[in-house]
């Protein structure tokens, strides 16, 4: 085998390997779904405090979102399930960095951001923890 065949090679299992991680995560949460399965870990927070933090119920989210039941998704964790997109440019973004070999950075956002971040994951925890069943 050449060089450039070694090269060639590598350079495709470099750009098929997230690809295939995220293709593998995928049919495990479609294999063993969490609610059948105590293959996930629990919450912390859940089990000692009886609170839901902000990402309780995300495993299940997102196997119900696999499974093409949005409503189901929204109802286990709707803060995960509006942040997908955010998260799936980042990854693509992230994707072609690694791909094209570029550096990669965290992204660089405004306090104001940040804030306004952990401002809604707050609102969010406090509204799904009260007794009204709205999440």
């Known amino acids: 085998m050449t060089s450039a065949t070694r090269g060639r090679m590598a350079n495709t299992m470099r750009a098929v390997a997230p690809m295939a991680l995220a293709v593998t995560a995928a049919a495990i949460l479609m294999r063993f779904p969490p609610e059948q399965s105590s293959l996930y870990p629990r919450c912390p927070i859940y089990e000692y405090l009886h609170l839901q933090c902000p990402g309780c119920g995300a495993t299940r989210a997102l196997a119900a979102l696999l499974r093409g039941h949005f409503s189901d998704a929204m109802r286990c964790n709707a803060l995960v399930i ?36 952990f401002g809604i994951a707050t609102a969010f925890t406090i509204v799904r923890n009260l007794p009204l069943q709205l999440f």
């Open 82 to 117: 509006l942040l997908l997109p955010v998260a799936a440019t980042y990854s693509a973004l992230w994707y072609y960095s690694f791909v094209e070999r570029k550096a990669i950075r965290w992204p660089q956002l405004p306090r104001v951001v940040i804030y306004g971040g």
